[in-house]
């Protein structure tokens, strides 16, 4: 007999569920949205090149190293986490009451 421990999902803002399949879509969906970024801005840097042919890959990869400077640079921008913050998410040790 198998139980489903839905207690977790109590604490999730929208009640919603995370299974199997949507977890994998929403990576779909990111790697998808991160590649067409930077497919967008290679082309920008294509065209900046005076649209020469021959240097896609160069292209792609400065757009890549750009973007991900971007976000780097956001995230050194952001507020630390609070030590609340990391303590819940630190995993608990089982303890003992004398």
């Known amino acids: 007999m198998k ?3 839905n207690n977790r ?3 999730r803002p929208d009640h919603s569920k995370v299974t199997a ?3 994998p879509d929403l990576i779909d969906q990111a790697r998808i ?3 067409n970024q930077i497919a967008c801005r290679a082309y920008f ?3 900046e090149d005076g649209a020469q ?3 896609d890959l160069a292209h792609w990869l400065q757009a890549e190293t750009e973007l991900f400077r971007e976000r780097d640079d956001l995230r050194a ?3 630390p986490q609070s030590d609340a913050t990391q303590k819940r998410s630190a995993k608990q040790t089982p ?3 004398l």
């Open 3 to 5: 139980t489903e421990n």
């Open 9 to 11: 999902d109590q604490w």
């Open 21 to 23: 399949q949507t977890q």
């Open 33 to 35: 949205h991160l590649s």
């Open 45 to 47: 840097l294509y065209l």
């Open 53 to 55: 042919h021959g240097h």
């Open 77 to 79: 921008e952001q507020p």
């Open 95 to 97: 303890g003992f009451v």
